[in-house]
């Protein structure tokens, strides 16, 4: 999972401090169980004695080297004979006297060789689930929560159906797409009027699809645009506020239309669009502006995409925030 630079370096924090706990917690609990039973601390002491005689009789050149090993050896298996009564007796195990690390697969790293341990996969998770909750808001986002009894069920002769209905096919396939996403799945376009849902469904997308563990980023388009002016025009070192929307499982882009388009703009919405869909990654765009407007504000270029390579919804019905107001 791509999870941008700002999320993978929380979670390693948050690892670290976790590690550290652990591993004061494994030596607390080590050193009561020496407190409590002074004899074990006392044959591990002489143990680590007895393998420093040997490397010292392995080296001697006086006396006989072999007649010491044997004793040593003798003593060895004394102190252990010694060691696993008294841990019988107490009801501990070898591995008891020894600090368990806080995961078995990587030790505490977040990495197993070059890949990310599941730990700090997790850790990624709900650092992103974070991240999002606090761009989302109200966190009401839900499936669940969604109301089709808003919609209009008159039937609509330019829909060929009824407003309701549309939305219902809407719901279900995009509770399906979330239950169900991959990196094979498609790219979706949600057009109509204001307060119509397209918001509300992109939001719980993305509530679904980060709890399953795949790299979510969401952006209001003016925040997004907003990222790659300052990688543009303010440059951080060997930083760029705009990796993540190229890098992450699932692009989620809400109001297209609603920032103030420029040449600039427009190119960089080009290339990110572009970039993602050459290299298979699915993005979400929600827009107010009618199909027929969205030419005439970008290009022939971005329309081609988004009309052509994207799976269409639309959006249909009485603004669903007046209706609640009234």
Same mark, same amino acid.
């Given at each position: ?7 993978v370096r929380r979670a390693r924090a948050r690892l670290e401090t976790e590690k550290e706990q652990n591993d004061r917690g494994e030596r607390?609990? *080590? ?13 591990? /002491? ?12 392995? &080296? ?5 080297? =072999? ?51 599941? +730990?700090l996969t997790e850790l990624c998770r709900q650092e992103q689930k974070k991240e999002l909750a606090a761009l989302l808001g109200s966190g009401?986002?839900? &499936?669940? %929560?969604? /109301?089709?009894?808003?919609?209009? @069920? ?9 407003? %309701? ?8 396939? #995009? ?23 397209? #918001? &509300?469904? $992109?939001? +719980? ?6 709890? %399953?563990?795949?790299? =979510? ?21 060997? #930083? ?8 992450? @499982? ?7 239309? #609603? ?13 990110? *669009? ?9 993005? *979400?765009? $929600? ?9 005439? /504000?970008? $290009? ?15 959006? +249909?019905?009485?603004?669903? %925030? ?5």
């Open positions: 999972m791509a999870y941008s630079d700002a999320v607390a609990r *080590i050193a009561a169980i020496y407190e409590k039973e002074p004899k074990l601390g006392q044959i591990e /002491r002489e143990l680590r004695k007895t393998a420093a005689h040997v490397l010292a009789v392995t &080296f001697r050149k006086q006396g006989d080297p =072999v007649e010491a090993m044997q004793q040593l050896k003798k003593d060895n298996q004394a102190l252990q004979q010694q060691k696993a009564w008294l841990l019988e007796a107490e009801g501990l195990e070898e591995a008891d006297l020894t600090p368990q690390p806080i995961c078995p697969k990587c030790g505490g790293t977040g990495y197993v060789g070059a890949a990310m341990c599941e +730990c009401r986002e839900s &499936f669940d %929560r969604f /109301r089709l009894d808003v919609y209009p @069920d008159r039937y609509d002769n330019e829909l060929k159906t009824s407003p %309701r209905a549309l939305m219902e096919r809407t719901y279900r396939d #995009t509770l399906s797409y979330a239950q169900n996403f991959s990196m094979q799945a498609p790219s979706l376009l949600f057009v109509g009027a204001t307060g119509l849902g397209k #918001t &509300f469904l $992109s939001a +719980c997308i993305a509530r679904v699809v980060a709890e %399953r563990g795949f790299s =979510v980023s969401y952006a209001p388009v003016g925040r997004m645009l907003a990222a790659f002016e300052d990688d543009k025009f303010r440059p951080l070192p060997d #930083t760029s506020r705009a990796a993540e929307y190229f890098s992450c @499982d699932l692009l989620i882009i809400d109001d297209l239309g #609603t920032e103030m388009t420029t040449q600039f703009t427009v190119s960089a919405l080009y290339q990110l *669009i572009n970039t993602r869909l050459l290299e298979s990654k699915p993005t *979400i765009v $929600s827009t107010n502006l009618t199909l027929n407007a969205i030419e005439p /504000r970008y $290009s022939a270029q971005i329309a081609s995409r988004l009309l052509g390579a994207y799976r269409l919804y639309k959006f +249909c019905g009485d603004d669903i %925030r007046f209706l609640r107001q009234k």
